[in-house]
């Protein structure tokens, strides 16, 4: 049974989770995975700071208030965000970054999952920044420091789509992907068309149901996803591509009428993320709305759901379904990498 | 670079694909996967056999005409099948098994598996029987012998659902499954429905296309998903069923009009093989007509299409859709079974 240090880089919604899975499951994980969890860092803008490298009280940390600051009445805590001083000192043998997504350059967790690679600590992460814009310069710190670098829940949360394609689908020949990846812009999409609502109505359900942000503009104008794709093509394709590689079309031009009249046809409006390696190895990459007849396995995927189709040569199309978003799901991907890391390491390969 | 010496079971379809898959990719897996295969016996009912210690040449076995006895034109070949020679002589590290599953018994593919696996050599098998019938004691044999024991194609063909499942969703607390296991039926029920046509006449469309087998009862009574829940169920869930132990009930009864009517209110009837797990362990498997909402995932599964839906407590639902058939997808799913073992042996666990 090994014990991994593990420090959390954000506090919010997806590590506090990872917080209660532990305190939760800790005991079932020792036995059906060979590992538990220490939490041995804190940093988060909000609550502030703690080190402690014989391990929060996980009930204390699962249990905190939300209030700014919070952080100083724990042992070890203070009230400021010192992400960096809780990265060198709290002996992590894992940072699980989950901080919100900066969409320019990805930063400052770039910066963090860098510091903590080049010290030999391994980091599992579900934002999109560092991977879509750092992935190849973080994959090799993690290689040269005896560390590992994990990122599935970048994608489509909890649901295991990049392990799927890489390690289940090995030998298939993956030549492309075409997915919905973005939960907030599925479900306008399946408001307008079957309660007839135009795109503003849809956008504030969406809103009031939790679905969207105060500010849905990274998700309707198609920009979370062309992260997304730009991850998935640099690693399942071997594409070399920056995120304002991908051009990127949104759903607002789309009206209810054109949805309904798409449905009369046996047909459904999707906003589509999708990349096609050519067979001179280019990779061809775009986020845009598509129609799809109602047999394509992605026509049915209605809500915040999220899909994605594998276009393989030997196997022709395999579709995962599941959910995109989620505390609780997106936790559980940082689970899945740390497990990755647990398998790796007691394969006997890497040192660390 | 590791190369295997396979020994091919059965030379009807799926091991006839796999060795042209290897005669046009060994070059391609040396430098993708880190391994090539060469084909050392065969062994088949009609076709006779042949042992080649050296590696038989790739070009004239795919090329071997199906004329009865032809393994005697190749050189170390017979015109008579003797199957426990060459596996006892050919000098193979994995056995392919391809034979016809069946029901009753799982014989004799079941003791073909045993033989080689006492002998130390790993099988790979797309044969149901000996899996439904004997996976814990053949996995025990593998374990005892520093072999393995792999059966990816056994439920999905090439759509690789066993590992998914295991290794992809580990950790996230699987309690069940239900799913679309037979392609046969399902394009049965699909021409049903969408063409009016009645049961009959839709079984003797799937036969006229090849979907549906001269005697389609195995298929249109629910016993090959029955197998396939058998495996599933013991495989993931820890249950102990035996084949028997599923309660089968097929598709004769339903009507043209019975679909027709569902679809009228939004649902699909479909054939479903579910098992589930009850919080005291103990495991409930059916084959059933469901009718399903057209939001269930598997309600927009069409034609010969498979798909199933694993039950999470952490994720919720997750669904896997591909080809359920197919005799390339169904030797792919050889090669990833063997691609699973050359990661078990270079990850210096086992010895074989």
Known sequence: MSEYKVALIGFGGVNRALA??????????????????????????????????????????RNLPRDKGAFEKLPGGKAAQETEQVIRTCGADIVAEATFTNPRDGEPASSYCRLALDSGISVVTTNKGPVAFHAKSLKRAAEENGAFFEFEGTVMSGT??????????????????????????????????????????????????????????ADIEGHDVGLKVTILANELLGAQLRPWDVACEGIGGLTAQALQDAAAANARWKLIGSAIKAPDGTVQASVKPKLLPLENSLAGVGSAVNAITFKTKVLGDVTVQGPGAGRVETAYALLSDIISIHKKKTAGGASK
Chains 1, 2 share one sequence.
């Not at 939760?24 to 490298?53: Q, Y």
């Open 20 to 61: 209660e899975l532990a305190a939760e499951k800790n005991w079932h994980w020792e036995r059906e995975l060979g590992f538990r969890l220490k939490i041995v860092g804190v940093s988060d803008l909000h609550l502030g700071s703690v080190v402690s490298p014989g391990g929060i009280d996980l009930d204390a940390l």
């Open 160 to 217: 295991p789509v990049i392990r799927f394609a890489k390690e289940s689908l090995a030998g298939s020949d993956l030549i492309g992907f075409e997915g919905i990846l973005n939960g907030t812009s599925n479900f306008v999409l399946s408001s307008m068309e079957s309660d007839g609502l135009s795109f503003g109505e849809a956008v504030k359900k969406a809103q009031t149901l939790g679905y969207a942000e105060a500010d849905p503009t």
